[in-house]
């Protein structure tokens, strides 16, 4: 019973925190062809260890990102600050379409090795937005 109130307010927290873009990324997505979005999925890949092309050394999202997403990470080369990922901590995060897509692309070619799939990008925005 527990474990259903938990979804129920992470779903009733969404809209709230899902900006026009985010809703329109989710749009493209379901018009790719992915299904119900998941941020148990999101949180899952988010954490998941992958082989870094150029260098072969394990990455994962929270090599630069963190495991929280309410903090701030730092890029593993340069250093450079990242600001957090959680739509909660940092409102301007996900304000624009072009930035969301441009970072996807970016990142999941730089940690999977590929471009992440419709249903992997709204599995993360999902995630993003829960915490």
């Not at 019973?1 to 329109?24: F, G, R, W």
């Not at 260098?55 to 630069?64: I, R, Y």
Request: charged share 25%; aromatic share 10%.
């Amino acid at each position: 019973m527990k474990t259903v109130a938990t979804i129920l307010l992470c779903m009733a927290a969404l809209p709230a925190l899902a900006s026009e873009a985010t809703n329109q990324m989710f749009d493209s997505y379901r018009a790719e062809g992915a299904g119900e979005f998941s941020a148990e999925r999101g949180k899952g890949m988010w954490t998941q260890t992958f082989k870094q092309q150029k260098s072969g050394q394990p990455v994962s999202c929270t090599t630069c990102h963190t495991g929280n997403l309410q903090q701030t990470g730092a890029h593993v080369r340069t250093g450079k600050v990242i600001e957090a990922m959680s739509a909660r901590t940092n409102a301007e995060r996900f304000n624009e379409t072009k930035k969301i897509r441009k970072w996807f692309l970016r990142n999941c070619k730089w940690t999977l090795g590929r471009e992440c799939t419709a249903q992997e990008k709204g599995d993360y925005l999902t995630y993003f937005l829960s915490e």
